[in-house]
Nanobody, 113 residues
Framework: EVQLVESGGGLVQPGGSLRLSCAAS????????LSWVRQGPGKGLEWVST???????SYADSVKGRFTISRDIAENTLYLQMNSLKPEDTAVYYC???????RGPGTQVTVSS
């Protein structure tokens, strides 16, 4: 059974940093692209970043230069390092297997002073 469980969200001041984690199980971790998506209050789902099975990374323009996606194959864990956070980054963040409907329950990130 595929499982994705996010953690690491919380309340942070503008300009601060957070690192999100996504513990994965039930599939061959390094054979799939993995993504982070988010949903802000009153907004639709927004793609944030993807790391391919070839380890190539891509980012939405809104987070480029501030966020870094990575993964630890030995730990079956996906990460999202978020720096220079802005209030508009406030959202529930989900990890997902790219191109599938598999997605975790999400972790709340709130950026506010």
């Amino acid at each position: 059974e595929v499982q994705l469980v996010e953690s690491g969200g919380g309340l942070v001041q503008p300009g601060g940093s957070l690192r999100l984690s996504c513990a994965a199980s039930g599939f061959v971790f390094d054979r799939y692209g993995l993504s982070w998506v988010r949903q802000g209050p009153g907004k639709g789902l927004e793609w944030v970043s993807t790391i391919g099975d070839d380890v190539m990374t891509s980012y939405a323009d809104s987070v480029k230069g501030r966020f870094t996606i990575s993964r630890d194959i030995a730990e079956n864990t996906l990460y999202l390092q978020m720096n220079s956070l802005k209030p508009e980054d406030t959202a529930v963040y989900y990890c997902a297997i790219t191109g599938t409907s598999y997605r975790g329950p999400g972790t709340q990130v709130t950026v506010s002073s």
